[in-house]
Nanobody, 127 residues
């Protein structure tokens, strides 16, 4: 049974930093497309960053230069380092995994068929 367990969310001031973690069980993250999505109240779920099974990384334009996605294959854990946080980054952040997508941009833009999701971790950025 696949489980994705997010942690690391919280409340910070604008300009602050947080690191999200997604510990995976039941799958090997290096064999999957692993990504982060976020959903703010009243808005659609948005792709933030993805780390593919061949090492390709893609970011949403809104987070480029501020967020960094990485993974530790020994710990089977995905990370999202978020720096220079802004109030518009406030959202529930979800970890996602799939082994059938073949393109990182498509993974971010069309998440409807992604197989596995975590329960989410809340990030709140105060101005």
């Amino acid at each position: 049974q696949v489980q994705l367990l997010e942690s690391g969310g919280g409340s910070v001031q604008s300009g602050g930093s947080l690191r999200l973690s997604c510990r995976a069980s039941g799958l090997t993250i290096s064999s999957y497309y692993m990504g982060w999505f976020r959903e703010a109240p009243g808005k659609e779920r948005e792709g933030v960053a993805v780390f593919s099974n061949d090492g390709t990384i893609t970011y949403a334009d809104s987070v480029k230069g501020r967020f960094t996605i990485s993974q530790d294959t020994v710990k089977n854990t995905l990370y999202l380092q978020m720096n220079d946080l802004k109030p518009e980054d406030t959202a529930m952040y979800y970890c996602a995994a799939d082994d059938l997508y073949g393109d990182t941009l498509y993974f971010l833009q069309a998440p409807a068929k992604i197989q596995h999701w975590g329960q989410g971790t809340q990030v709140t950025v105060a101005s």
